[in-house]
């Protein structure tokens, strides 16, 4: 079965809470019990949508047991492999029905229990609802580079958001309908919806500790993903590359020109060579800079043509109510 638009319900819930899960046998039985309580806290209908991104541990039998126990108000769509969390979310926006739809990350690092002030800020009208994360629990280097790529990001790109890492996120209707109509194979789903919303807005959250599990997020996955975030958003990089190419090729001809009157004028030397070797060095290093930058922006031409699926649902467990005409 490939990716194709969920099924919409008879009674369709206000807020659908979307969670990507990968290897989260240790987390689940916790997540469980308090985000349902924090739920039926708000007073409004809604349902939870899981996505298992293909984990290897007991974590679609803990799936499948929440749905036994709260079928009408839980969904569980099943990868057939391990696809990445930016098309488990993707996925998950897809089934989500609610009118809103609030996205969270298993390791209860963002407490099931803030997700009332987003609600409350859609319910004010607002169709975007950001995070910022206060006294962040993750180490220093986490920290450092994300502050670090924040700025970047605020300078080369039209994304403005203050704490990109953040998962939970709330999305309106007319938010997550622009999103599932996107095409585009990588992207960074926040920054793609505060450039479709019209009433953006950023609210503080608490930030705990990971409840258990390790973070599936090294720091290459870090740079992997902001990567995609300014190369799927920006050409700059690109125009200031060939800025510095046009720079380098100009003092490179110069110093050509400086050496052959010096040849001309004081005779061959060869105290200088070595001061060549580290020129020419420095010229190949950024060449090779270059290649791998335009590198990035081929490969997602490369991946965007291709056309395959995001991901491949095995099965989506659901209650039967749930089954009617697409929304």
Known sequence: MLSMPAPAARGVPKLSIVIPVYNEEGVLPTLFARIYPALDALGVSYEVVFVNDGSKDRS??????????????????????????????????SYARGDYVVTLDADLQNPPEEISKLVDMLDQGYDYVGTIRQHRQDSWWRRWFSKMLNRLRERITPVHMTDQGCMMRGYARSVVTALNQTREVNTFIPALASLYAMRPIEVP????????????????????????????????????????????????ALLVVYLFVRRVLVGPEAEGLFTLFGVVFFLIGIALFGIGLLGEYVGRIYAQVRERPRYIVEAVLEADSVRDNPR
Not at 74 to 89: C, E, I
Not at 235 to 250: C, I, K, R, W, Y
Request: charged share 10%; aromatic share 10%.
């Open 60 to 93: 679609v039998a803990l799936l499948r047991q929440q749905f036994s126990a709260r079928p009408d108000h839980t969904r569980v769509v099943l990868f057939h492999a391990n696809f990445g969390q930016h098309s488990a979310v993707m996925a998950g926006l």
């Open 205 to 252: 959250i608490s930030h705990e500790e990971r409840f258990a599990g390790q973070s599936k997020y090294s720091l290459y996955s870090l740079i992997r993903l902001n990567f995609d975030l300014i190369t799927g958003f920006s050409v700059v990089p690109l125009q200031l590359f060939s800025m510095v190419g046009m720079a380098v090729a100009t003092l490179s």
